[in-house]
């Protein structure tokens, strides 16, 4: 036993001091890598250098937008009369489009990526530790960020369509709890439905049914109408989630223009909940909005919000587990709580039956939650692992497992060990704080589940932009920034293109993509580091 805790100590302070290194790599990079230098460390100056930040990030995006505008563009769907622009008039006219465009799409998407990213990241350490900016500022700074999004195409993702089709089935009272978009038959909300989806029942809740029935009956049951109708939700989601996160950090005595950058203003979120267009943006902006009410002691009104996250996407429901329980406060007695979990149980089982007779269709969306269960991704260790053990003994010459029942083993370990590790989570929440609690149980669920979406990363680190503490930080930041890159498209294209192209191509993609590294951003990002870590050139 000994042994085994001087083992255990050893690994906890190897893996330390690997985190330590890590991070101080990232800060030397970005100080050796944005030419600052040049100026002298100064005081902090206030808040007038935010038309920077808001400008490189607005370029940002509009590199993206440029990136994605192409016709045969890797990142959205190329499919005749899906948007407004970059989609081809009719399937076969994708190959027709040159070599060069293919080439730029993929460079400009990943040269606006990585400047995003380190505006992004210089931006959140200056409201680290340069507290009390403007939120009017940070709102108008997310407005012009933002746009590029909401008149780009649906990116990384084809789920909006099949959100569409749903909404479609639900206007003429098909099931989409029995029946998957393909059911349909031929019409051109299906033309777009990713095939993986289209004899897929839908697993989400009443609520999302209901919104997306009700866009399409607005539209007149026109498809791109439908899809842009969910783009605009999702856009109105986000901004529910900037001023959830403001309530939030004020009830937890934080700074919400730090929160605000972190969560609103966050990569993820802009790219994957408005750019993807993914219902996880309305689930995410409720369950935020409940937790604050929860933190301002509005516990009935914070049950009420969390349970209609939970009539979006099931996973909310952690939320109305966390504000039950932690209700009377850390001195009560589990017979004390018993209480407020049957008030928490009567306000969620009104709000579901409510959406649900709205909606129209029961709770058979219930059974369908590990649909998405048939995606095989190496992102999530689960399903990794399971990959792993099955080539491994195929290798070995071991045929007669297959990997069907391996995966359900290492999926069943991995929710096993979600459950368990959100229990004590539940249980020492008001020890630790239980929102940041909640963050961490959000993100277990999702990098222990069968599929890890970047999208689904959001659901937590929104709830965690307010309440980390210590290293949290740095993983919020971490996650944040490589979220966006897990399975995005165009990487081996890329790779692909500079070695088959020919030299002057080849120049202007190493250009594009090395001058976002070395772009100097300004004097307003020295700000971020302490005066004794800058290092002024001579």
């Not at 209609?308 to 099931?314: F, G, P, T, V, Y």
Request: charged content about 10%; overall charge positive; glycine content about 10%.
């Amino acid at each position: 036993m000994n042994r085994l805790k001087s083992w255990a100590g050893a690994v906890r302070h190897n893996y330390e001091r690997i985190v330590s290194r890590f991070e101080s790599g990232v800060q030397l990079l970005e100080r050796r890598y944005t030419p600052l230098g040049r100026f002298s460390p100064g005081p902090f100056e206030g808040w007038s250098f935010l038309w920077q930040p808001a400008v490189l990030g607005f370029v940002a995006m509009g590199l993206i937008l440029a990136g994605c505008s192409y016709t045969n563009s890797p990142f959205k769907l190329n499919y005749p009369h899906t948007w407004f622009f970059g989609e081809p008039v009719t399937a076969q006219s994708v190959a027709t489009t040159s070599e060069t465009k293919f080439l730029l799409s993929i460079v400009f998407v990943y040269g606006g990526l990585l400047l995003l990213m380190r505006v992004w990241l210089r931006l959140a350490e200056v409201m680290k530790l340069h507290p009390g900016a403007s939120l009017k500022s940070l709102w108008w700074m997310l407005l012009i960020w933002a746009t590029p999004m909401i008149v780009a195409p649906p990116l990384f993702s084809r789920d909006v369509f099949s959100y569409a089709a749903q909404g479609e089935m639900t206007s003429y009272h098909l099931s989409p709890y029995i029946l998957g978009p393909f059911s349909l038959g031929s019409t051109p909300y299906v033309n777009a439905v990713d095939p993986l989806w289209g004899n897929t029942p839908a697993p989400y809740g009443p609520f999302f049914l209901f919104l997306d029935g009700s866009i399409d009956k607005i539209t007149h049951h026109h498809e791109l109408a439908t899809v842009v109708g969910l783009r605009l939700l999702e856009v109105i989601a986000v901004a529910m989630i900037g001023y959830g996160i403001v309530l939030l950090a004020r009830g937890m005595n934080r700074d919400p223009g730090e929160a605000f950058v972190l969560s609103a203003m966050n990569p993820l979120v802009l790219l994957t909940l408005i750019g993807g267009a993914h219902n996880d943006a309305i689930m995410t902006g409720f369950l935020v909005v409940g937790i604050a009410l929860a933190v301002q002691r509005h516990p009935v009104w914070a049950l009420f919000f969390c349970s209609c996250a939970a009539a979006i996407k099931a996973p909310a429901a952690l939320g109305l587990a966390f504000v039950a329980w932690t209700w009377l406060g850390p001195k009560a007695s589990v017979r004390q709580r018993i209480k407020p979990i049957l008030i928490a149980c009567a306000v969620t089982g009104t709000t579901l039956a409510f959406w649900t007779g709205l909606a129209g269709f029961g709770f058979g969306w219930v059974q369908n939650l590990l649909s998405n269960g048939t995606v095989r991704s190496w992102a999530a260790p689960a399903t990794g692992m399971g990959m792993a053990i099955t080539n491994t003994l195929h290798a070995i010459g071991l045929h007669s497992l297959g990997l069907a029942p391996v995966l359900s083993i290492t999926r069943f370990i991995g929710l096993l060990a979600a459950v368990g590790f959100t229990v004590w989570l539940l249980l020492n929440g008001e020890r630790r704080g239980w929102v940041r609690s909640l963050a961490v149980a959000l993100l277990l669920f999702v990098e222990l589940g069968p599929v890890v979406q970047p999208w689904y990363l959001a659901w937590g680190l929104v709830l965690l932009a307010a309440s980390y503490q210590g290293r949290e930080h740095f993983w919020l930041l971490a996650l944040s920034i490589t979220g966006p890159f897990i399975g995005i498209p165009g990487g081996r294209q890329l790779l692909a293109g500079l070695v088959h192209s020919n030299p002057l191509l080849i120049a202007l993609a190493v250009a594009v993509l090395g001058g976002v590294l070395v772009l100097p951003m300004g004097r307003w990002t020295q700000w971020s580091w302490p005066e004794h870590e800058l290092e002024v050139s001579a």
